[in-house]
């Protein structure tokens, strides 16, 4: 019994620790709301120009991530919690924080300081680091273009390379959570 109250209490204790490492600001919410409506209207903009099908599975994954957060009254928190996106993005986290880039990012940081060149730097390694992850976990995934300005080319591009990215549930659950990661935690310095 008492080896079943511990559980219980770990089991909890994990719970709050992952979302602790996912609090967002208001800001910082209404920031991912507004991106996220951004890249839909660009995909229906390419559904309806018919140059990505409409089972394009990014197109796919975005509509869905938008229909949830809208269910989720347009809260991030909510949404990761209601698709239980916890542990994904915290192991995007844990992969940037225990890779040898946080002593590279430590030391730019103490070298040039907090500037705008800094934290894009930082953000693009850190999308690739998270992108890579991914890419291990489901081969199918084409790495985005990571550069100072993503043109909509090259946003048409990542939607045409990953036509074949899978649709399963945990697949859709990953890239949902890539993608948070990616508009929300990775930028942070």
């Known amino acids: 019994m008492n080896k079943f109250i511990i559980l219980i209490v770990l089991c909890n204790i994990s719970y709050i620790a992952a979302m602790d490492l996912v609090k967002f600001t208001t800001e910082e919410k209404k920031y991912f709301s507004d991106h996220l409506v951004r890249a839909v209207n660009f995909v229906n903009t390419k559904i309806n120009t018919n140059e990505i099908p409409n089972n394009n599975p990014i197109a796919s994954i975005l509509h869905q991530m938008a229909t949830d957060l809208s269910t989720c009254n347009n809260d991030v928190e909510t949404l990761i919690t209601f698709k239980k996106l916890e542990n994904s993005i915290q192991r995007y986290q844990k992969a940037n924080l225990s890779s040898s880039i946080s002593p590279i990012e430590r030391q730019t940081l103490s070298q040039y300081g ?42 048409l591009n990542f939607m045409k390379k990953n036509a074949e990215y899978p649709l399963t549930e945990d697949a859709v659950k990953e890239y949902s959570a890539l993608f948070i990661y990616q508009v929300l935690l990775a930028p942070r310095i």
């Open 114 to 155: 907090i500037t705008a060149d800094t934290e894009l730097s930082i953000s693009h390694v850190r999308n690739i680091i998270s992108g890579l992850l991914l890419q291990e976990k489901y081969p199918k995934y084409a790495l985005q273009v990571i550069k100072p300005k993503i043109t909509p080319e090259d946003r």
